[in-house]
């Protein structure tokens, strides 16, 4: 059974940092044969994707509205991606999600049906 462990939410003040970890575990195949994808959501609004990485290929993918400050990374050796965030905006709070599917990723994760997901991690910026 896959399961996925997001930490390292917390509350930050607008500008600060933040590392989110997404810790892989019971995949049927090599970790870097998945796409693994940061997702979040934020009080009465939808889901969105935030990021997305390829291992395997070393493609990342980022929301615009994320570019430029958040960065996905992946350490195949501890089955464990992460998303360094910086200079956090209130408009980041959200519950942020990690998720899994086999196969690289591509521009349309936002809407890829990800077989796998995390409980979440809740990141709050206040103003």
């Known amino acids: 059974e896959v399961q996925l462990v997001e930490s390292g939410g917390g509350l930050v003040q607008a500008g600060g940092s933040l590392r989110l970890s997404c810790a892989a575990s019971g995949f049927r195949f090599r970790f870097d044969d998945y796409a693994i994808g940061w997702f979040r959501q934020a009080p009465g609004k939808e889901r969105e994707g935030v990021s997305c990485i390829s291992s395997s290929t070393g493609s990342t993918y980022y929301a615009d509205s994320v570019k430029g400050r958040f960065t996905i990374s992946s350490d195949n050796a501890k089955n464990t991606v992460y998303l360094q965030m910086n200079n956090l905006k209130p408009e980041d709070t959200a519950v942020y999600y990690c998720?899994?599917?086999?196969?690289?990723?591509?521009?349309?994760?936002?809407?890829?049906?990800?077989?796998?997901w995390g409980k979440g991690t809740l990141v709050t910026v206040s103003s």
């Open positions: 998720a899994a599917d086999w196969g690289p990723c591509y521009s349309d994760y936002p809407t890829r049906g990800m077989d796998s």
